[in-house]
């Protein structure tokens, strides 16, 4: 997921989550950082559960439902 730093977030349904601005390395998943466009930031586990698919010439990774998996500043 460390690849993945810069790309776009988006939901499957096409809205903007924002950017993937750093990535944690941890023994059971990758946590990934995301600044969204009002400057919050979120992490989320990169895993199949939320990560949908991710699109290296589109630049976009798609994420799945999150509820109960995200954690924002706004938490």
């Known amino acids: 997921a460390e690849d993945w730093i810069g ?13 993937i601005a750093g990535c944690i390395v941890s023994p059971a998943h ?3 950082e995301i ?3 009002d400057g919050q930031q979120m ?6 559960q ?3 698919s991710i699109d290296l ?3 976009c990774v798609v994420i799945g439902s999150i509820e109960g998996f995200g954690i924002s500043d706004a938490d």
């Open 7 to 19: 790309l776009n977030v988006v939901s499957v349904d096409g809205a903007r989550i924002g950017v």
């Open 30 to 32: 990758d946590i990934l």
């Open 35 to 37: 600044e969204t466009p």
């Open 43 to 48: 992490l989320l586990p990169a895993i199949e």
């Open 50 to 52: 939320t990560v949908e």
């Open 57 to 59: 010439d589109a630049q």
